[in-house]
């Protein structure tokens, strides 16, 4: 993976270039990015600045890359300061990348994939901008690109950490290894993750499915009673958002149950089969990182004081978001605690 995070920093890395050069397509800042006002983290970026720090990171992360990659001995190789440098760069530049500079609407854009596949056929739900103007522009797929390289990066970081530690750079076991790593160990944590990744998206529904009920559950019924008026249909298409993430919390429910591991009887075609586990480690590793980001922007947008006056009386329309690192945390726990329980025998050490 060193060499995918080293090919991924080099090329965005001459797109830093060329937008300090005057290039056409800067992604950051308000003026690029309208929408990213009160949203994005950069939404003060200008290419003057900001292009050229990204030309001299990512081409310094590139050769750090490429130096990492080449580290294939497990047992002192990278030690020392160095080595320590190389690893926290790493990290701090996958966590950036991953979950710090992405803000909702990448979140946003997925959640709302089902709604235009079922509705807009047929139109509805009426009234309601299913896609708002700003969510699949250039700067918002761009905040995908990141993501990726932030996951090209912390696999690369992860892989030369594991071999300054004498384990293995695949699976990391070995005489390093730590005890939570082993498979009855993550049963046991795993069970709590998966509460936490279950509670927090059911609240999320109850809140969302009482509106459209009629029940003023964390706002108020004016407040019901004015956006149903000025949006026809909301209310349907937050409880078709919170029936997803029911379902969500049903799938993650299956992390620490058997029929994750085994296709259940009433799955045609699959019953009874095994499961492989990267078909849900893979997208529940994703959600996880659409759901952090998400969560860190509205605890941004808290902190800068960015919802609106009278919020309190309406905490519903918050709370839920809020509560987003939460769950993001639990579904990532639950998702690492499956894929130990999970793993086979190396094919790189043979453990």
Same mark, same amino acid.
């Given at each position: 993976?060193?060499?995918?995070?080293?090919?991924?920093?080099?090329?965005?890395?001459?797109?830093?270039?060329?937008?300090?050069?005057?290039?056409?397509?800067?992604?950051?800042g308000a003026e690029a990015d309208p929408y990213s006002v009160g949203v994005s983290p950069l939404?003060?970026?200008?290419?003057?600045?900001?292009?050229?720090?990204?030309?001299?990171?990512?081409?310094?992360?590139?050769?750090?890359?490429?130096?990492?990659?080449?580290?294939?001995?497990?047992?002192?190789?990278?030690?020392?300061?160095?080595?320590?440098?190389?690893?926290?760069?790493?990290?701090?530049? !996958?966590?950036?990348?991953?979950?710090?500079?992405? $803000?909702?609407?990448?979140?946003?854009?997925?959640?709302?994939?089902?709604?235009?596949?079922?509705?807009?056929?047929?139109?509805?739900?009426?009234?309601?901008?299913?896609?708002?103007?700003?969510?699949?522009?250039?700067?918002?797929?761009?905040?995908?690109?990141?993501?990726?390289?932030?996951?090209?990066?912390?696999?690369?970081?992860?892989?030369?950490?594991?071999?300054?530690? $004498?384990?293995?750079?695949?699976?990391? %076991?070995? %005489?390093?290894?730590?005890?939570?790593?082993?498979? !009855?160990?993550?049963?046991r944590w795993g069970r709590w993750a998966v509460g936490i990744a279950v509670v927090v998206p059911?609240?999320?529904?109850?809140?969302?499915?009482?509106?459209?009920?009629?029940?003023?559950?964390?706002?108020?019924?004016?407040?019901?009673?004015?956006?149903?008026?000025?949006?026809?249909?909301?209310?349907?298409?937050?409880?078709?958002?919170?029936?997803?993430?029911?379902?969500?919390?049903?799938?993650?429910?299956?992390?620490?149950?058997?029929?994750?591991?085994?296709?259940?009887g009433w799955i045609p075609f699959l019953r009874g089969k095994p499961v492989r586990p990267r078909?849900?480690?893979?997208?529940?590793?994703?959600?996880?990182?659409?759901?952090?980001?998400?969560?860190?922007?509205?605890? %941004?947008?808290?902190?800068?004081?960015?919802?609106?006056?009278?919020?309190?009386?309406?905490?519903?329309?918050?709370?839920?978001?809020?509560?987003?690192?939460?769950?993001?945390?639990?579904?990532?726990?639950?998702?690492?605690?499956?894929?130990?329980?999970?793993?086979?025998?190396?094919?790189?050490?043979?453990?």
């Open positions: 993976m060193g060499w995918a995070a080293a090919g991924w920093s080099l090329a965005y890395g001459l797109l830093g270039v060329y937008w300090a050069l005057g290039g056409a397509g800067f992604p950051f939404e003060n970026a200008r290419a003057q600045s900001l292009a050229p720090v990204i030309a001299v990171v990512c081409l310094l992360g590139a050769a750090g890359a490429v130096a990492m990659a080449r580290v294939r001995r497990r047992g002192g190789t990278g030690a020392g300061a160095v080595g320590a440098a190389m690893i926290g760069f790493g990290w701090v530049l !996958a966590i950036l990348l991953t979950v710090g500079l992405p $803000d909702v609407r990448p979140l946003m854009g997925v959640a709302r994939l089902p709604l235009l596949a079922v509705g807009a056929p047929f139109g509805w739900p009426e009234g309601v901008s299913v896609f708002g103007p700003g969510m699949f522009t250039w700067p918002v797929l761009n905040e995908l690109v990141l993501m990726l390289g932030g996951l090209c990066w912390a696999a690369a970081t992860l892989v030369y950490q594991r071999r300054r530690r $004498d384990t293995c750079g695949h699976c990391g %076991r070995g %005489r390093g290894a730590a005890s939570w790593t082993t498979p !009855a160990a993550a049963a059911l609240f999320y529904a109850a809140i969302r499915w009482s509106w459209f009920l009629g029940i003023p559950f964390g706002v108020t019924t004016e407040f019901l009673r004015v956006e149903a008026v000025d949006t026809p249909d909301i209310w349907l298409a937050g409880a078709m958002e919170g029936t997803l993430a029911i379902g969500g919390a049903v799938l993650t429910l299956g992390l620490a149950q058997r029929w994750a591991e085994i296709y259940p078909t849900a480690v893979i997208p529940a590793t994703a959600v996880t990182l659409l759901i952090t980001a998400a969560g860190l922007g509205n605890l %941004r947008a808290l902190a800068d004081g960015a919802y609106p006056a009278g919020v309190g009386e309406n905490w519903g329309t918050i709370a839920p978001g809020l509560l987003w690192p939460l769950w993001a945390a639990g579904l990532g726990a639950a998702t690492l605690a499956y894929h130990l329980r999970r793993r086979g025998r190396c094919r790189s050490c043979g453990a």
